[in-house]
């Protein structure tokens, strides 16, 4: 059985109602809130500038401080949400997000890993749920959240 103070919790997000970018700027903001950085990892450029101009403008009151990893002159370990193609944590991240199929070894070393997939990416979808059951096959915490029909989250059995 792993050990739960250093074995990440892992959380899937199975999207249907809005765009990955719109649901990932309130669970990035909360990372933050709980004092974590983020890591944010996606292999297409164009899902990654999505998301850069979803983080700066999801709340009329405020932005979440980010960057590209791949920007030129950019210092990656400074960033509090880095969105990069590729798992590295360079910042320190306690959080990650997945997008867009991109898979880690279960036993990666944040405090939590979501898994963000939308309904209509049948890959996407498969890869959630072969990573969803090696996790719980390794014993790890495992959430499975749907969106509701306002945006919302709503936990399901998985």
Do not use: I
């Not at 709340?59 to 960057?67: A, E, I, Q, R």
């Not at 590295?88 to 279960?106: I, K, R, S």
């Amino acid at each position: 059985m792993p050990d739960a103070a250093t074995s990440p919790e892992w959380w899937f997000y199975h999207l249907s109602r809005t765009t990955l970018e719109q649901a990932a700027a309130p669970l990035m903001a909360k990372c933050l809130e709980a004092g974590w950085r983020v890591l944010a990892v996606s292999p297409s450029a164009e899902r990654r500038a999505a998301l850069d101009a979803a983080l700066w403008t999801y709340d009329d009151k405020s932005f979440l401080p980010h960057g590209q990893a791949e920007a030129p002159g950019l210092d990656a370990t400074r960033q509090p949400v880095l969105l990069s193609a590729r798992p590295d944590n360079v910042n320190g991240a306690a959080a990650l997000v997945l997008m867009d199929g991109v898979t880690v070894p279960v036993d990666a070393p944040y405090t939590r890993c979501m898994v963000m997939f939308d309904d209509g990416d049948s890959g996407a979808r498969t890869k959630a749920r072969a990573q969803f059951k090696a996790a719980k096959d390794a014993g790890l915490v495992t959430r499975y959240f749907q969106q509701t029909p306002k945006g919302g989250w709503s936990e399901a059995g998985g």
